[in-house]
């Protein structure tokens, strides 16, 4: 392990999270030391979720403000020119609002991939240390029972083969005693299957929490997109169901965000309390089951510092050591006098050669650079990538909440903008022969009633002759110029004060394509009638 990654430093972004006021549910400040257990310490969490309902509720308080005003302020008459600014307006807060939302939903897919790689190297590393631990537990278990059982064995056999020999017999028992003394160094040892257990179910539960937290910001993510583009769709294509489901749901993500802002705000400065002095709490929590010289050995790994367990595996090794030559001492000059203690001689020697191999890989395990590698991984993925995916997903929240802030302000306003385009296409005669929708009725209904376009004259000729005007009286006076312009279109300057109901007089303005319209319709009824009609 290189020197550079000996101490763990905390990012600043920790300190200052540390740094935010701590206040109980009575308004009392607390010590902002990471005590989860403490019950002030909850309550200064859960005061932070507050605040957030105490955002959303200022939030909707505001939105049901400005839809109050919105709905009861009286519509105004207004000139052609002074409708674009308010559809602009409504134009440009949806523009606003997708852009928004575009880039929350970025920053929340990079801070949910933050926060879930920061986690996933956390449970990583627990898991290697929990294997660190799991193979010291299992090496100190098989030493031990090797040399209670196995050993044991092959020396009461010896002793009743070399009786006669005394000098044998006090050999056995002086290797009795070496591994009784190597049995008494293994149970000085920590206990780690407790901290074992402790580290695996703590990872097991930090997975699991992942997970499922993971899936749902996934699926918020994606919720948050697809309302945004239905809302866009609704407000281009005018459809007033789609923009009253979107508005719904609009609201249901404003409450989701806030509350999202709420957790996450609670988690980064819980864990940030954490990441300042992590050391501390651990050697707290740990103080039952390790020794506190132990446990400081591990986090801080420092050359200066002294192994722990460098005496008793050095008397473990001294031991062995005696032991194999002892054994080999005895295979020498006994064998030949006792030729039937050879196999069980050679059997102590397998069983100290095994458990020598086994001293050799608790020394590289019981290393403090191994664990302090992984505890040193697990605090940069918890405090460096998990708090800052955090942060990234509190902006996520604050910048979803703005987006459809401005989407609920917009939505009610082209509401009103469609509703009032619906009323005036309304207040349009469907009779007019000028409306184009009643020539989309017509072509579409052939059934309907066959009217001459124009104010043409009408298909009935009683009806037609009981508007007959009075014969005028004949006068050399200069017609006018408007009963010129009406001979001039087919019509008749005599019926120039009767009313315009099956007259053929065009309306006072008009496109060439009506003019051409009308006048082709004036021959028509001209080859219809006759003369009947003539001047």
């Known amino acids: 392990m290189s020197s550079a990654r000996v101490d763990y430093i905390a990012p600043w972004w920790t300190y200052w999270l540390h740094g935010f006021p701590h206040i109980n549910l009575r308004f009392q400040p607390t010590d902002n030391r990471f005590q989860p257990e403490d019950e002030n310490y909850q309550q200064s969490l859960m005061f932070l979720g507050c605040v957030a309902a105490a955002g959303l509720g200022l939030n909707l308080l505001c939105l049901a403000v400005y839809l109050s005003c919105l709905c009861c302020g009286r519509r105004e008459e207004e000139e052609e020119e002074s409708k674009k600014p308010s559809s602009c307006c409504v134009t440009w807060s949806a523009v606003a609002a997708g852009l928004i939302t575009c880039v929350a939903v970025g920053v929340g897919f990079y801070g949910n991939s933050e926060t879930n790689d920061g986690v996933y190297q956390m449970t990583y590393s627990l898991y290697n240390a929990n294997h ?102 609704g407000l ?90 002892q054994i080999q001492s005895l295979l020498q000059f006994a064998v030949p006098l006792f030729p039937t203690a050879e196999r069980d001689l050679l059997g102590i020697q397998h069983l100290l050669n095994s458990s020598e191999a086994s001293l050799h890989q608790l020394t590289a395990l019981l290393d403090c650079r191994g664990l302090n590698k992984d505890y040193l991984d697990a605090m940069v993925g918890v405090c460096y990538d998990g708090v800052e995916g955090v942060l990234y997903l509190c902006l996520f929240s604050i910048l979803a909440a703005c987006a459809f802030t401005v989407m609920l302000c917009a939505i009610p306003r082209a509401w009103r903008q469609i509703a009032s385009r619906d009323r005036d296409y309304d207040d349009i005669d469907e009779e007019d022969p000028f409306n184009p929708r009643a020539r989309r009725i017509g072509s579409q209904n052939p059934n309907h009633t066959n009217m001459h376009s124009f104010c043409s004259y009408s298909s009935s000729l009683g009806s037609q002759n009981s508007l007959h005007p009075p014969a005028p009286t004949v006068s050399n006076t200069p017609m006018p110029e408007y009963m010129n312009q009406t001979a001039l279109f087919g019509g008749n300057p005599r019926y120039e004060n009767v009313p315009l109901i099956g007259r053929g007089s065009p309306p006072p303005s008009y496109s060439p394509t009506m003019r051409a319209t009308y006048l082709s319709m004036t021959e028509e009824q001209s080859r219809h009638f006759g003369n009947d009609f003539q001047a």
């Not at 029972?145 to 020396?155: F, N």
């Not at 010896?158 to 056995?172: C, K, P, S």
């Not at 954490?274 to 132990?294: E, G, H, L, W």
Request: some cysteine; aromatic content about 10%.
């Open 132 to 233: 660190t631990l799991g193979g010291v537990d299992s090496l100190v278990t098989g030493t031990m029972g090797g040399m209670k059982s196995g050993l044991h064995q092959h020396l009461a056999r010896l002793d009743e083969i070399f009786a006669t020999r005394g000098d044998y017999v006090q050999t056995l028992q002086f290797m009795q005693q070496m591994a009784d003394n190597v049995i008494k160094q293994l149970l000085g040892l920590p206990d780690w299957e407790e901290a074992k257990v402790d580290l695996a179910s703590i990872a097991d539960q930090t997975a699991n929490i992942e997970y499922y937290r993971w899936l749902t910001y996934l699926l918020l993510l994606i919720l948050d997109l697809i309302i945004c583009l239905l809302a866009c769709l």
């Open 236 to 325: 281009a294509k005018q459809s007033r169901w789609l923009l009253t489901t979107m508005m719904v749901f609009g609201v249901l993500t404003l409450i989701l965000s806030w509350t999202s802002l709420g957790v996450d705000l609670a988690t980064a400065v819980g864990t940030s309390d954490f990441c300042v002095s992590p050391d501390k709490y651990i050697m707290s929590q740990t103080k039952s089951v390790i020794s506190a010289d132990i446990v400081h050995y591990y986090l801080y790994c420092n050359q200066t510092l002294s192994n722990p367990f460098q005496q008793p595996l050095t008397i473990f090794q001294r031991s062995l050591t005696t032991m194999q030559i």
